[in-house]
């Protein structure tokens, strides 16, 4: 049971390039999210998603795409790097709490680095 | 919509001292209110949750929080501090029409002077 698995660990990127972030769990959760970790300014939500298909904007969402093709996966995407994009990001996924109706607690990845030049 | 402050950004405790970290925040509604720790260049792990019922919640290596609904916080305390407890604390919200869309705060870094 991998749990949570994001790739890559580290990626320098030039202003204007794209990439891909990818997430994948393996615990069947429904909801995925991710966020972005910058000094001072904790965890940010990014994007998130309840379920396959289905996605929703978190609180920093601008220059980001989701999709959410399967329950396992939740890639997250940077058309058009910018420096400002350059942190750490992490990936994770959330199973219901039994007996309390839409609680639910996260399992992180172990976040990618990624440096925009 | 949610949110979340950690009015303390460092804290330095003598080990085996007492520790209580801030957290307050702001939702229309009862909220779902955690605490996650993350160790120097790791992710971040759960240390304890509040959905409802007793206020005073344990979590993991022996931290307590206590929900006050009156003063909308949620405060992590530990009576005796261990070297290894040096890390970031971080305190999120959910809703409960929003359960998925976890609100972080902006984090309390914790030092541990031997």
């Known amino acids: 049971n991998a749990g949570v698995t994001q790739t890559p660990k580290f990626q320098v990127l030039k202003t204007g390039q794209s990439m891909t972030l990818q997430c994948a769990q393996d615990?069947?959760?429904?909801?995925m999210s991710w966020y972005r970790q910058d000094p001072g300014m904790g965890l940010r939500l990014i994007h998130y998603?309840?379920?396959?298909?289905?996605?929703d904007q978190g609180e920093v969402p601008n220059g980001y795409n989701v999709s959410r093709s399967t329950t396992e996966d939740f890639p997250l995407r940077l058309l058009s790097a910018a420096p400002s994009q350059t942190s750490v990001y992490f990936c994770a996924s959330s199973y219901k709490v039994a007996g309390m109706r839409g609680a639910n607690v996260l399992t992180f990845g172990a976040g990618s680095r990624l440096t925009v030049l | 919509a949610q949110s979340v402050t950690q009015p303390d950004i460092h804290i330095t405790v003598s080990e085996g001292a007492s520790l209580e970290l801030r957290c307050n925040y702001s939702y229309g509604a009862t909220p779902y209110l955690f605490w996650y720790v993350q160790s120097p260049g790791q992710g971040l792990q759960l240390l304890l949750k509040y959905f409802s019922g007793d206020t005073l919640v344990q979590g993991i290596k022996g931290f307590e929080a206590e929900f006050k609904r009156s003063q909308s916080s949620f405060n992590l305390r530990k009576p005796s501090v261990h070297w290894s407890d040096a890390a970031e604390y971080f305190c999120a919200v959910a809703g409960y029409s929003s359960a998925s869309k976890i609100i972080f705060g902006s984090g309390t870094r914790l030092s541990i002077r031997p």
């Open positions: 615990m069947n959760h429904e909801y």
């Open positions: 998603s309840v379920g396959a298909g289905i996605t």
